[in-house]
């Protein structure tokens, strides 16, 4: 049922929530946009199948918001499940994140990453086309540049051959919308092209939780400043860059979670279907990986065991946005300096260790 609030006692106004379905909601970037999501007045769901997340996130998002959010553990390939979803909700939009993410992973088992990230999506805009449409924003990444002749990347970049099958899940699904938007007239669409996501909530009650040992360098940085991993390896410092390590752009989580509330907006005030924008979402500010490494200490006072080893294999030598369109069409703007980034990402460690400093 659609939620209605009463704005005045005697001259009730009634203002429509709308609820959107969050897929893959209780893992790291689902969590921070169902807060914001929270925050602008929506009403959320989610869908997880916890394969790469448990319920830590789902309490924390709980806390946060004081709101019991409906949750579905569900695979969002099964077709039938997620037709009763919204046949138990009212659904005005979706925003899908339930995807498989580890690059090495993908090439190991190329056919499991190919049939759950495009299963996963296609089996929703089924799902959403016979339920009369809606908006979606789908999660996207940088990688579908891979290394860009010119930097920064517009999102006018041509993309170039994905190297791995994770990077070719996302520009299949990017296609896949566009296509879908083109045919189904009560669909719209907005894809975001996250840059490297990073932090957790200012709250500390939720943030980034791999499963094993993780892939990615801040989860990896901060495993190590607690003690939980001996030494984090920088993969290589011969590139053609500064220092010598790579540059990536840094994305606090909350902007980033952000821009997905200003793209369900985007597509509200569209008022008319078809459209399906694409929009970078990053700071536009190269950062290498020793900077971060420095950084990381120098903010949260923590000495790091770390070495220098070869390159790893598939990353890009550099890469960052340009994020004027998000800036200008989307009202979008980052807000958080890293440095501050970076303390909550800590925080958020040391909360879930049991670390107190
Ligand atoms: N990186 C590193 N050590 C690690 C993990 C990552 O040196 O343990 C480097 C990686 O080579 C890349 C940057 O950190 O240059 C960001 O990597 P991440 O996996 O976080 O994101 P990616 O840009 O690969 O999506």
């Given amino acids: 049922m659609r939620s209605l609030f009463y704005t005045h006692f005697f001259f009730p106004i009634f203002v429509i929530m709308k609820n959107i379905l969050v897929t893959g909601g209780a893992g790291f970037i689902g969590s921070h946009t169902a807060v914001e999501l929270i925050a602008a007045g929506y009403g959320v769901i ?19 918001t004081g709101i019991k959010i409906p949750f579905y553990k569900v695979d969002c390939c099964d077709k039938r499940e997620m037709q009763k979803i919204f046949q138990e909700n009212e659904i005005d939009g979706a925003i899908h994140f339930a995807a498989f993410k580890a690059v090495g992973e993908s090439v190991q088992k190329p056919l499991m990453y190919y049939y759950n990230n495009i299963s996963s999506f296609t089996t929703l805009l089924e799902v959403m086309v016979e339920s009369g449409g809606g908006n979606v924003v789908f999660s996207s990444s940088a990688t579908v540049y891979g290394q860009a002749d010119v930097l920064p990347v517009t999102e006018e970049t041509p993309r170039k051959t994905a190297i791995s099958p994770y990077g070719n899940t996302k520009q299949i699904c990017e296609d896949i919308l566009q296509d879908a938007v083109r045919a189904h007239s009560g669909l719209q669409g907005v894809i975001l092209r996250y840059f490297n996501p990073i932090g957790a909530h200012p709250s500390a009650l939720i943030g980034e939780l791999p499963r094993g040992i993780p892939n990615n360098l801040v989860p990896f940085i901060t495993q190590t400043a607690a003690g939980i991993r001996r030494e984090l390896q920088i993969f290589g410092n011969d590139y053609n860059t500064p220092d010598g390590t ?10 980033l979670a952000a821009a997905h509330v200003l793209a369900l907006k985007r597509m509200t005030d569209h008022k008319g279907a078809g459209k399906c924008e694409i929009f970078n979402v990053g700071t536009g500010v190269p950062v290498s990986v020793m900077e971060l ?28 946005a340009d994020t004027s369109l998000a800036n200008k069409i989307l009202g979008w703007k980052t807000s958080r300096p890293i440095e501050e980034t970076l303390a909550n990402a800590w925080a958020w460690e040391k909360k879930l260790r049991g670390i107190i400093s």
């Fill in 293 to 320: 490494v420095l950084k990381f200490q120098e903010v949260n006072k923590v000495n790091l065991k770390y070495k220098i080893t070869g390159r790893r294999e598939g990353d890009v030598e550099a890469i960052w």
């Fill in 46 to 64: 989610i869908v997880d199948n916890l394969s790469n997340a448990d319920t830590t996130c789902l309490d924390g998002v709980s806390k946060i």
């Fill in 246 to 255: 790579a540059l990536r752009d840094y994305i606090d989580i909350v902007d």
